[in-house]
Nanobody, 126 residues
Framework: QVQLVESGGGLVQAGASLRLSCANSERTLTRNVMGWFRQAPGKEREFVAAINWSGHSTYYADSVKGRFIISRDNAKNTVSLQMDSLKTEDTAVYYC???????????????????WGQGTQVTVSS
């Protein structure tokens, strides 16, 4: 049973930083893309960032480009999302996800991911 567990969410003021982490229980998924998505109240889940199996390729939503950095440590089975210069519109529940084929290309559609964490709340106040 694959388990993804997010941590690091919280309440911060606009302009502050947060670092989200996601621990992956399944060693073999170090060969898969990992991604971060978010869902705000009343909105659909949206892509935030993703990283390929090696960590050498990343992709970001335009809304977070230049402010967020995704990284992974395959030795520790973790993926992180460093979020800087947070804005009120970044407020959402953040989910990490993984899946797809081994050594696959980055995908930004939620349907391309097989396993999801339970989510961690990020709230940015003005």
């Amino acid at each position: 049973q694959v388990q993804l567990v997010e941590s690091g969410g919280g309440l911060v003021q606009a302009g502050a930083s947060l670092r989200l982490s996601c621990a992956n229980s399944e060693r073999t998924l170090t060969r898969n893309v990992m991604g971060w998505f978010r869902q705000a109240p009343g909105k659909e889940r949206e892509f935030v960032a993703a990283i390929n199996w090696s960590g050498h390729s990343t992709y970001y939503a335009d809304s977070v480009k230049g402010r967020f950095i995704i990284s992974r440590d395959n030795a520790k089975n973790t993926v992180s999302l460093q979020m800087d210069s947070l804005k009120t519109e970044d407020t959402a529940v953040y989910y990490c996800a993984t899946g797809g084929p081994e050594y696959g290309d980055i995908e930004w559609s939620p349907g391309s991911y097989d396993y999801w964490g339970q989510g961690t709340q990020v709230t940015v106040s003005s």
